[in-house]
């Protein structure tokens, strides 16, 4: 309560928490009143704390425990690790997904498949539906990039991680990919995360670019609130004033969201930083932070890529990096 709170407004606080069949505690302090609300449903909390606000003395509405109960190391202390098709995400092995920003054509795809493969990768990523700024870009191949993304994972056993931006498209989507990726434009289509989260297929959440650690979260709440527990959380870079890079890596996400959530965390170093020649700094910078796997973009012929190519990485780059990253897991206690 506000210091000049009258009497009669801290009553009426209490009176109305009892009347909504809650329980009032109060901590008579010295200078003001703190009034605990015990006994609310977490799914009422977030509409608690707007309902309170309103009433005249009440200085300020504090939440105790998150609002991303289930995604909460509190909830759930051990690290999630997650079943991709037989490749673990979560554990002791850093898990790396490679591949082309969109599935171009089956040529090129399935010789970046090769090549990741050989190079170490886990995964295969490849955009088929391309959320693009411009509605004149390249948007992609569609179901028919779908098609070649299965078969590059027929060829090569790489699980594939593609993105999926309706939420009409999400059994489509799912019909081929092992893992459902949601890009940092939708983190907060709610619709889209309720229907990925209705599948049980594993979901990479991308983090909105404009979006707080406490905002993705709350994201992959929708998702776990559903039942499906298996999302993989991404740091992408966020937007600030620095211009220099495509986006600004939050290397801090990694040790703040390993923290508050058991879910795994990996970092995309290509659009965080939006040019191949640092992405290599990038990727090792979030091993050595702690995450757990990472989300690069590879290209055959980057100079003719149709989208992203001066971020992507030329096979032989990717390949001298995974063996630096091996390194660096090592000085971690943990391996590639
Ligand atoms: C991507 O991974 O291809 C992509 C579009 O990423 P983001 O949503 O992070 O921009
Ligand atoms: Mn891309």
Not at 217 to 235: D, K, P, Q, R, T
Request: aromatic share 4%.
């Amino acid at each position: 309560m506000r210091t000049q709170a009258t009497p009669e407004q801290t009553q009426a606080v209490e009176d109305e928490i009892q009347r909504i069949g809650l329980r009032p505690f109060i901590n008579p302090g010295v200078e003001r009143k703190v009034i605990a609300v015990l006994g609310a449903l977490d799914a009422k909390k977030a509409d608690l704390v707007e309902h309170f606000h309103s009433f005249p003395g009440v200085e300020r509405v504090d939440l105790i425990s998150h609002l991303w109960k289930l995604a909460s190391r509190e909830y759930h202390p051990a690290d999630t690790v997650i079943d991709v098709a037989g490749v673990k995400i979560g554990g002791n092995q850093i898990t790396i997904a490679a591949g082309p920003c969109s599935v171009e054509s089956e040529a090129q795809t399935t010789e970046i498949a090769h090549r990741v493969k050989e190079a170490g990768a886990h995964m295969l990523r490849g955009g088929a539906f391309k959320p693009r700024t411009s509605p004149y870009a390249f948007q992609g191949l569609g179901e028919e990039g779908l098609k070649i993304l299965a078969k590059a994972r027929a060829e090569t056993g790489l699980p594939v991680v593609t993105e999926v931006m309706d939420p009409h498209d999400v059994n489509l989507v799912a019909r081929y990919a092992d893992v459902l990726q949601i890009g940092t434009r939708n983190m907060q289509n709610y619709p889209l995360l309720k229907r990925v989260g209705a599948t049980k297929h594993p979901v990479l959440l991308k983090r909105g670019l404009g979006c707080k650690l406490r905002d993705l979260l709350m994201s992959a709440e929708y998702i776990v609130a559903e039942g499906n527990h298996n999302v993989i959380l991404c740091e992408r870079g966020i937007m600030t004033f620095e211009d220099s890079t495509r986006h600004t890596t939050d290397i801090n996400a990694v040790p703040v969201l390993k923290h508050w959530t058991h879910l795994p965390v990996i970092v995309d170093p290509s659009h965080a930083t939006g040019d191949s020649k640092y992405v290599g700094a990038v990727s090792k910078a979030a091993v050595a932070a702690g995450a757990d796997g990472l989300l690069v973009e590879v290209h055959n012929d980057p100079q003719h890529a149709l989208s992203d190519g001066p971020q992507s990485l030329r096979p032989e780059e990717f390949k001298a990096l995974m063996e630096q990253i091996g390194r660096i897991a090592e000085a971690v206690g943990r391996r590639v």
